[in-house]
Nanobody, 126 residues
Framework: QVQLHEQGPGLVTPSQTLSLTCTVS??????????WHWIRQPPGKGLEWMGV???????YYSPSLKSRTSIARDTSKNQFTLQLMSVTPEDTAVYYC??????????????????WGQGTQVTVSS
């Protein structure tokens, strides 16, 4: 059974870079057709998909966050990471990593998630 665990600082200073790591157990991040996502939920708001790294290493990002987001992986540690640059208080949220799928058709791209981490609270404040 795949399990995911997010780690990172709970507090980030405005204008700095938020960095989170998701450690995967019970599965291998390079396994065919697995996609590894980052999702967040600001207080009082819905879930926001941020981006994904595929089993192949290819990355896809939300258009609204693409200019500030970078997702990478360390296959030796079976981890994938999120960096969000130039953060503001509006980036305060619970951040989740998740396993699922990402598929595109002529009408657009869709996501689905079947396994989630427990989430980690990140507050952006001076």
């Amino acid at each position: 059974q795949v399990q995911l665990h997010e780690q990172g600082p709970g507090l980030v200073t405005p204008s700095q870079t938020l960095s989170l790591t998701c450690t995967v157990s019970g599965g291998i991040i390079t396994s065919d057709y697995y996609y590894w996502h980052w999702i967040r939920q600001p207080p009082g708001k819905g879930l926001e998909w941020m981006g994904v790294i595929a089993f192949s290493g290819t990355t896809y990002y939300s258009p609204s966050l693409k200019s500030r987001t970078s997702i990478a992986r360390d296959t030796s540690k079976n981890q994938f990471t999120l960096q969000l640059m130039s953060v503001t208080p509006e980036d305060t949220a619970v951040y989740y990593c998740a396993k699922g799928y990402y598929y595109c058709s002529s009408t657009g791209c869709s996501t689905s998630f079947d396994t989630w981490g427990q989430g980690t609270q990140v507050t952006v404040s001076s």
